[in-house]
Nanobody, 121 residues
Framework: QVQLVESGGGAVQAGGSLKLSCAASGSIFAINGMGWYRQSPGEQRKWVATISRGGSTNYADSVKARFTISRDNAKNTVYLQMNSLQPEDTAVYYC???????????????WGQGTQVTVSS
């Protein structure tokens, strides 16, 4: 069993900051890419940022220069530092990870349960 558990969401005013965390646990042999996605009401889930096992990062244009993704491989945890938050950043944020479970020899994509971020103007 593999679980991704997010934390750190909440409500902030425009211009504020939040830091999300997502910890993977369970029968994990290795983790490849990790990332964050978000979904606003009535919209499809959208990609926000990803980070490779080696630390290479990519960002959606809408968050570039405001959000920073990082990871701690020893803790199987990915983070998303969000600065200069705007009302349009309001969404449920989901973490995602490509994980190889012990004994499978394959990577599978896993999702967290989501954490709400609300930014008021």
């Amino acid at each position: 069993q593999v679980q991704l558990v997010e934390s750190g969401g909440g409500a902030v005013q425009a211009g504020g900051s939040l830091k999300l965390s997502c910890a993977a646990s369970g029968s994990i042999f290795a983790i490849n890419g990790m990332g964050w996605y978000r979904q606003s009401p009535g919209e499809q889930r959208k990609w926000v940022a990803t980070i490779s096992r080696g630390g290479s990062t990519n960002y959606a244009d809408s968050v570039k220069a405001r959000f920073t993704i990082s990871r701690d491989n020893a803790k199987n945890t990915v983070y998303l530092q969000m600065n200069s938050l705007q009302p349009e950043d309001t969404a449920v944020y989901y973490c995602n990870a490509d994980i190889e479970k012990y004994g499978t020899g394959k990577y599978y994509s896993y999702w967290g349960q989501g954490t709400q971020v609300t930014v008021s103007s």
